[in-house]
């Protein structure tokens, strides 16, 4: 059974009826297959119609066939994709996952208006994390940075020991997605300065969130040029330079790109604590 149709017979079984309007031209045909053989019928309702649901227990036992778990109703987004689509990846979780670690005194954060101590959080466990629902409100007025990989976020103590950014140290996974852009545009201060890779992957996320918050800052390490020829990575800049380019960006960006092609390498961020070497 194909997919956008069992999901609209699955839609009448747990509704017990579904709007005319809701079934596609392409679906037409095979949603009138199951009001043939009985399993629902139409009725006219308002301007339009709808189908209802004539034999629950036939579609039951159809549809368990196909996988299906039963009513979806209490189980979370990719549970429910499972029963629906046998494919977590199917489901549209609106949550998020924010890790945070902080550098700095009186960092403060609030969950629908009240305070968390979060700098607690920090100083006893390494991290924190916060899982941010749509009924949740979660803000902070302190600075935020952003970082690539978790490397910068467990070590944060040693990675910023040098550099004088005081807030919240934010790890964004290596690649920034619409939601957590969405969730960033809502503190009160913008990200200020972001730690990438010094690849093409890092360098594109940086340039995309730098259209939404224009006062971002990239941070260039101190000896960038030598970092890259002697830790960079030839294979991984091969592989990334046959799908990006980058020279129609920003002034960082076309001077660390200049770097990367001088030497045909990339550099991981974790390669900020080889300076002294």
Not at 49 to 56: E, F, V
Not at 85 to 112: Q, T
Not at 131 to 147: K, Q
Not at 253 to 269: C, F, H
């Amino acid at each position: 059974m194909e997919h956008v149709v069992r999901n609209l017979i699955i839609k009448i079984l747990e509704q017990g009826y579904l709007p005319s309007s809701a079934v596609s031209k392409s679906a037409h045909s095979k949603i009138q297959q199951f009001r043939d053989a009985g399993f629902i019928s139409w009725e006219k309702a308002g301007r339009g119609g709808r189908y209802i649901l004539i034999d629950r227990n036939g579609l039951k036992k159809l549809l368990k066939a196909t996988g299906y778990h039963g009513s979806s109703e209490g189980l979370t987004p990719k549970a429910k994709a499972v029963s629906r689509h046998c494919d977590a990846h199917a489901g549209n979780d609106h949550s998020l996952v924010i890790h945070i670690s902080i550098k700095g005194n009186g960092i403060v954060w609030r969950k629908n208006g009240v305070p968390v101590d979060i700098n607690s959080i920090v100083k006893d466990c390494g991290m924190a994390s916060i899982v941010v629902r749509p009924e949740d409100e979660w803000e902070t007025d302190s600075p935020i940075a952003l970082v690539e990989n978790i490397d910068l976020l467990v070590y944060a103590k040693e990675y910023f020991a040098d550099k004088p950014f005081q807030g919240n140290i934010l790890y964004y996974a290596g690649w920034t997605g619409a939601k957590t852009i969405d969730w960033l545009g809502k503190q009160a201060l913008a990200p200020e300065i972001i730690f990438p890779d010094y690849d093409f992957v890092g360098l594109k996320n940086y340039l995309k969130l730098k259209n939404h918050f224009p006062g971002l800052r990239l941070h260039i390490p101190a000896g960038l040029p030598e970092l890259v020829k002697r830790f960079g990575n030839k294979e991984k800049f091969v592989k990334q330079s046959l799908k990006y380019s980058l020279e129609q960006s920003d002034e960082d960006v076309k001077a660390i790109y200049a770097i990367l092609q001088r030497y045909g390498k990339s550099l991981d961020q974790e390669g900020l604590l080889l300076a002294a070497l």
